[in-house]
């Protein structure tokens, strides 16, 4: 049975269900149960601090790929300058994090020839990262 609102819409009524329009299985105008759900629980989390180690090495390995392929672009010997950061990168936070003093090209180079490599690089990274995220 249905009934009528003044908008002209069909209403199941409270005993019907759509599926079982007598009310229930048995008669009894109660619907059916429904089957239960089991609830997974997941597995503990790591310590935050290894969560953050490693959340830490791959981002900085994937940034320093993204920093090397945008910014190797003089030479492409694989080698990154900060004449080739400032050139290609110069509004990304790592370009402006490692050229805020001269002293922190020194820190990451070194055999201290003026370039560093995709190693040094993704150490940098590491550290401008965990730099970051204690800042915030």
Known sequence: MCIRDSNASIYPRATE?????DGGA???G?????????????????AKKKLKEAT??????SLA??????????????????????T????HGFTRWMSKNRGQMFKVD???????????LRQACSQFLEEEADRS
């Open 17 to 21: 269900s759509p599926a079982d329009p």
């Open 26 to 28: 048995d008669g009894s």
């Open 30 to 46: 109660t619907p059916p149960m429904q089957p239960v759900i089991p609830v997974v629980v997941p597995a503990a989390k790591p």
């Open 56 to 61: 830490t090495r791959k981002s900085a390995k």
């Open 65 to 86: 790929g993204y920093i090397m392929k945008q910014a190797d672009r003089h030479c492409r010997n694989g080698r990154l300058t900060l004449n080739e950061l400032q």
């Open 88 to 91: 290609f990168l110069p509004r």
């Open 110 to 120: 070194r055999n201290r020839d003026g370039s560093i490599g995709i190693e040094e």
